[in-house]
T-cell receptor, first 111, second 114 residues
Framework: GQQVMQIPQYQHVQEGEDFTTYCNSS?????IQWYKQRPGGHPVFLIQ?????EVKKQKRLTFQFGEAKKNSSLHITATQTTDVGTYFC???????????FGKGTKLSVIP | KAGVTQTPRYLIKTRGQQVTLSCSPI?????VSWYQQTPGQGLQFLFE???????NKGNFPGRFSGRQFSNSRSEMNVSTLELGDSALYLC?????????????FGPGTRLTVL
């Protein structure tokens, strides 16, 4: 099926450094969602982006949706050890309540 | 509100056996989706149930099946287990009454097939 590509697969950063993960689709998306999964945990919804060029902020997290609605990014400013986990983007699948997830970016933060 | 609950949390089975996993969605949520998570394939959609009907199905063999009860609780069944079925099985619920597709995930059932 239609994939959503996410890069990088892994990212190791020193605490205090910034982090960005990118998500790309070959097709225009109606919306894109971001989830975070802590080690040993389950995915937790972070945000949904719907509008072209949309930018949303949650404290140190900034989410962007591209103008063409084919790509998205998540940027974390000044990472903390609590940011450790895998960040997934997800797009609607063939059925409206079916999500297709990217492979995720696993973030490690070195204290 | 209580979150999504899944039972059992851990399960060990042998090849050829079958298994049933249970999921109770958030109160008031009528949509339940199932996902399989493996290190190699990541998170993959299995199927979605709404109002006791399967609405969407992912690309999995017929050994994977599910159902939903009138109280929205859902079960998924895997028959004739294979080693490759070892995975974390996640259930997610959604209210399905808004424009958002937000999925609220349960803690998952870790299935190991020996």
């Amino acid at each position: 099926g239609q994939q959503v590509m996410q890069i990088p697969q892994y990212q190791h950063v020193q605490e205090g450094e910034d982090f960005t993960t990118y998500c790309n689709s070959s097709t225009t998306l109606s919306n894109i969602q971001w989830y975070k999964q802590r080690p040993g945990g389950h995915p937790v919804f972070l945000i949904q982006l719907v509008k072209s060029g949309e930018v949303k902020k949650q404290k140190r997290l900034t989410f962007q949706f591209g103008e063409a609605k084919k790509n998205s990014s998540l940027h974390i400013t000044a990472t903390q050890t609590t940011d450790v986990g895998t960040y997934f983007c997800a797009k609607p699948g063939a059925g409206s309540y079916q999500l297709t997830f990217g492979k995720g970016t696993k973030l490690s933060v070195i204290p | 509100k209580a979150g999504v609950t899944q039972t059992p949390r851990y399960l060990i089975k042998t090849r050829g056996q079958q298994v049933t996993l249970s999921c109770s969605p958030i109160s008031g949520h009528r949509s339940v989706s199932w996902y399989q998570q493996t290190p190699g394939q990541g998170l993959q959609f299995l199927f979605e149930y709404f109002s006791e009907t399967q609405r969407n199905k992912g690309n999995f063999p017929g050994r994977f099946s599910g159902r939903q009860f009138s109280n929205s609780r859902s079960e998924m069944n895997v028959s004739t287990l294979e080693l490759g079925d070892s995975a974390l099985y996640l259930c997610a619920s959604s209210s399905r009454d808004t424009s958002t597709d937000t999925q609220y995930f349960g803690p998952g059932t870790r299935l190991t097939v020996l």
